[in-house]
Nanobody
Framework: QVQLVESGGGLVQAGGSLRLSCAVS????????MGWYRQAPGKQRELVAA???????NYADSVKGRFTISRDNAKNTVYLQMNSLEPEDTAVYYC???????????????WGQGTQVTVSS
């Protein structure tokens, strides 16, 4: 069974920083891309940033220059460094693992349980 465990959310003032972590555990052979999504109240879940196994990254326009995604393949962990946080960044942040290969299910996607990020003005 594959599990994604997130940590690092919390309350921060505008202009501050937070670092999110997401560790993937369980029986799997490989992970393709990993990423972070967020969902604010009353809004759809949106992609924040993603990174492939080779290190290619993709960011939402709203976070470019402020957020950095990175990945430690040896630890099966993805990070999201969030700087210059704004109240508009307030949301539940979800970790996503794409293309996880297991013998039991083949290739599948998995989600973390979400971590709350609140930015006060």
């Amino acid at each position: 069974q594959v599990q994604l465990v997130e940590s690092g959310g919390g309350l921060v003032q505008a202009g501050g920083s937070l670092r999110l972590s997401c560790a993937v555990s369980g029986s799997f052979f490989s992970i393709n891309a990993m990423g972070w999504y967020r969902q604010a109240p009353g809004k759809q879940r949106e992609l924040v940033a993603a990174i492939t196994s080779g290190g290619s990254t993709n960011y939402a326009d709203s976070v470019k220059g402020r957020f950095t995604i990175s990945r430690d393949n040896a630890k099966n962990t993805v990070y999201l460094q969030m700087n210059s946080l704004e109240p508009e960044d307030t949301a539940v942040y979800y970790c996503h693992a794409d293309g996880v290969f297991t013998l039991r299910l083949g290739v599948a996607d998995y989600w973390g349980q979400g971590t709350q990020v609140t930015v006060s003005s």
